[in-house]
């Protein structure tokens, strides 16, 4: 199974601030990676796919990059509503998820 | 609309099996796949399974020798069996596709 290494995993920013997150894959995943993001006591909500594919209504402020076995994924301008858990997943071959980035404030 | 809801027993003991069913709406099971991801409390999210629009089934390997997935589309459903059960199977266990997703059932796992 491909392997989803993903840091920080904690990040605390303040309002304003751009953070970025990033997910190794244990291979090529030749971009097909999607980004997730989560409040407590929520489902995941897709906001990024095929590396840098806004959903629809997800912010412009999200953005991802990568290609290969490396990728991120950026929160320009944090807000308030951002604060909650991020994870990747890749999805070339079955599904694995990144061990998840928990977003504080500072 | 697009939707998925989860359902089952909110406890199953200790080496029992976990029977969960999920009911979608707004689309079909035919051509489009469904999987089950589940997230132990205070946890990370863990790809568990899905089946595909044709039918075949994927499982993580980690859980493959004791997880089954299966569909009757005439229902509308998707179903999740695991055998075995341990304590640390405790989890919400969501079933989604893609872009949406159940609310997700929490399911304990204790004598």
């Known amino acids: 199974d491909i392997q989803m290494t993903q840091s920080p995993p904690s990040l605390s920013a303040s309002l304003g601030d751009k953070v970025t997150i990033t997910c190794q894959a244990s291979?090529?995943?030749?971009?097909?990676i999607a980004w997730y993001q989560q409040k407590p006591g929520k489902a995941p909500r897709l906001l990024i796919r095929?590396?840098?594919t806004l959903e629809s209504g997800t912010p412009s402020r999200f953005s991802g990059s990568g290609s290969g076995r490396d990728y991120s994924f950026s929160i320009s301008n944090v807000e308030s509503e951002d604060i909650a858990s991020y994870y990747c997943l890749q999805y070339v071959n079955l599904r694995t998820f990144g061990g998840g980035t928990k977003l504080e404030l500072k | 609309q697009v939707q998925l809801k989860e359902s089952g027993p909110g406890l199953v003991q200790p080496s029992q099996t976990l029977s969960l069913t999920c009911t979608v709406s707004?689309?079909?099971?035919?051509?489009?796949?469904v999987h089950w991801v589940r997230q132990p409390p205070g946890k990370g999210l863990e790809w568990m399974g899905g089946?595909?629009?044709?039918?075949?089934?994927d499982y993580n390997s980690a859980l493959k020798s004791r997880l089954s997935i299966s569909r009757d589309t005439s229902k509308s459903q998707v179903f999740l069996k695991m055998n075995s059960l341990q304590t640390d199977d405790t989890a919400i266990y969501f079933c989604t596709r893609s872009a949406y997703w159940g609310q997700g059932v929490m399911v304990t796992v204790s004598s």
């Open positions: 095929y590396t840098s």
């Open positions: 291979q090529n995943i030749n971009k097909y």
């Open positions: 707004g689309f079909s099971l035919t051509s489009n796949s």
């Open positions: 089946i595909w629009g044709d039918g075949s089934t």
